[in-house]
């Protein structure tokens, strides 16, 4: 139990470095002047979802998920 135990802390820790430089890598909500311009309704703004950007929040998502649900394991598993 103890080698899962620390198999799974590993996962966390790496996880964790991997959601900080997801956040890092993503681009700030604002839109600047291009917002006032109506920039948002470019290609890139009506097709954010496959682009780069919309990439890196499904895959924060799923991080953090991820984040939280072996968190509460090891919380659990720490008290049982």
Not at 7 to 29: D, H, P, R, Y
Not at 54 to 72: N, S, Y
């Amino acid at each position: 139990m103890e080698i899962a135990r620390t198999i799974i802390m590993i996962i966390f820790i790496i996880l964790s470095i991997a959601i900080t430089v997801i956040i890092l890598m993503q681009e700030g909500k604002s839109g600047g002047l291009g917002a006032i311009a109506g920039a948002a309704d470019s290609y890139w703004g009506k097709n954010k979802g496959r682009s780069m950007e919309g990439v890196l929040v499904k895959l924060t998502r799923v991080f953090v998920v991820l984040f939280l649900l072996i968190a509460a394991f090891l919380c659990i598993a720490r008290f049982a």
